[in-house]
């Protein structure tokens, strides 16, 4: 488990994340069906237990819900980086995804340690980089 999940990227990350988001989202999130709620464009936590309740109050009984603890700390960055590719061919796109995997993380007593696996966390490439981790339709 990493000492510190929470990465806080400069101002000029988030400007390469945030055009990284704007590449990645749209490949990722044709790959969705419409009952996924996780780290969408325009769906909310609220969206989800809305459909909740309209299921339960018609013919279903039964919610299940899972997590998984630190399972974004744990994502192998070389299997992550296998499923982009699977979907992005460009270099130049995939070497970003890379670099932001490997950028490391601020401990809390301010050293910077080497991140080998896991995704970023609280950055603007944080949904893309866990979209390429789900399983498609």
Same mark, same amino acid.
């Given at each position: 488990?990493? /000492?510190? %999940?929470? &990465?806080?990227?400069?101002?000029?990350?988030?400007?390469?994340q945030a055009s990284l988001k704007l590449v990645?989202?749209? !490949?990722?999130?044709? $790959?969705?069906?419409? +009952?996924?709620?996780?780290?969408?464009?325009?769906?909310?936590?609220? $969206?989800?237990?809305?459909?909740?309740?309209?299921? %339960?109050?018609?013919?279903?009984?039964?919610?299940?819900?899972?997590?998984?603890?630190? +399972?974004? $700390?744990? !994502?192998?960055?070389? %299997?992550?980086? $296998?499923?982009?590719?699977?979907?992005?061919?460009?270099?130049?796109?995939?070497?970003?995804?890379?670099?932001?995997?490997?950028?490391?993380?601020?401990?809390?007593?301010?050293?910077? *340690?080497?991140?080998? #696996?896991?995704? /970023?966390?609280?950055? !603007? %490439? &944080?949904? /893309? #980089?866990?979209?390429? #981790?789900?399983?498609? *339709?």
């Amino acid at each position: 488990m990493r /000492p510190y %999940a929470m &990465t806080m990227p400069t101002v000029a990350d988030r400007v390469v994340q945030a055009s990284l988001k704007l590449v990645l989202e749209p !490949i990722f999130e044709a $790959d969705f069906a419409p +009952c996924s709620y996780g780290f969408r464009p325009n769906r909310r936590a609220h $969206d989800a237990m809305a459909e909740t309740r309209f299921l %339960a109050s018609k013919t279903y009984e039964w919610v299940l819900e899972g997590d998984i603890t630190a +399972c974004f $700390d744990e !994502i192998s960055h070389s %299997a992550l980086m $296998d499923r982009v590719r699977a979907r992005i061919g460009d270099k130049r796109v995939l070497a970003l995804v890379k670099a932001f995997l490997k950028a490391g993380i601020l401990t809390e007593v301010g050293t910077s *340690k080497e991140t080998v #696996t896991g995704t /970023p966390q609280g950055g !603007i %490439a &944080t949904p /893309p #980089t866990q979209w390429a #981790t789900s399983p498609s *339709k």
